[in-house]
Every structure is written in C-alpha cells, then in structure tokens.
C-alpha cells in the first residue's frame, strides 16, 4: 500500500479512484424525465378541463393522480428504477413527495404497521410538511397583524 504524505497526493489518489460523472448525460435525463412527467400531469389536465371539469378541480385531480401513480409505481419499485436514471428529474414535480414518503414505509414494513410503516412514513417527509404548516400559520399571522383594514372586529 502506498504512503500518502500530503494533501494533494491524496486528492491525486481520490481522484485516479473515483470515477467520473457524466454530468451532460444527467442533466438530459433529469430534463426529458421530469419534463415528461410534467406533460402526463398536463395531459391529464386537458383530459379533465375537455370532460367539463372546472379548473380547480382539474388541479386537484392532476395533483391526485400523479401522487396515487408514484406511490404505486414506488410500491413496484419501479419508481426507484425511474429516480436512478433521472436523478433530480422524478423528483422534483410532486411525484418526488410522494416517492419519499412510501419508500420508508415500503422499507420497513417487515416490523409491522404501526412501528414500522406508521413510524417511517413522515422520517423524510415528516419535516417537510412540519415546516410548510408552520411557515404558513406564520405568515397567516404576520398577515393579520399587517393588515388590520380587513380584520372585522365583533
């Protein structure tokens, strides 16, 4: 085994045995994927808007379906397959919620459903809606307190 005496000899060594990204490559995979998925979400939007849906309502199917597809694709674990390939491209649209929070429930089904899918359900997403909800009460608050015209006193 070889001595490594200084700073660079190591990051000479790091980088003779680290192999190289292909950085190009990803960055396609990530843009056609998650373009893709943003054009079946918006397919299904047209689909709802020619059935006479209204478009919030529209959105929320959108929304819905696109959840349901991921958490069931993550379930067939194709979904990984997919976020492997793409990186950052399946999970930037709200599939990539989704994905995080069946993947640790997937994973840890073996030790039941509540210590273990209802446990690990929320351990990526857990923060994430804990601080969406508070930042919102948060500048629900700040809100009011700006703008008392529209405060109706009783």
Request: with cysteine.
């Amino acid at each position: 085994m070889r001595q490594i005496n200084s700073i660079e000899e190591y990051q000479k060594y790091v980088n003779t045995k680290t192999p190289n990204s292909p950085i190009i490559k990803n960055c396609f995979n990530a843009f056609w994927v998650g373009g893709l998925i943003c054009a079946i979400g918006q397919i299904i939007f047209e689909f709802c808007k020619l059935r006479g849906i209204d478009e919030t309502n529209s959105y929320i199917i959108v929304s819905m379906l696109l959840i349901f597809l991921s958490a069931f694709l993550t379930g067939l674990n194709v979904f990984n397959k997919i976020g492997k390939f793409a990186g950052a491209g399946s999970l930037v649209p709200i599939t990539g919620f989704a994905n995080s929070i069946v993947s640790p429930a997937m994973e840890y089904k073996s030790e039941g459903y509540v210590m273990g899918v209802g446990a690990k359900m929320f351990t990526v997403a857990g923060p994430v809606l804990i601080y969406g909800i508070s930042s919102s009460i948060l500048i629900g608050l700040i809100y009011i307190i700006f703008n008392t015209q529209n405060l109706i006193l009783v």
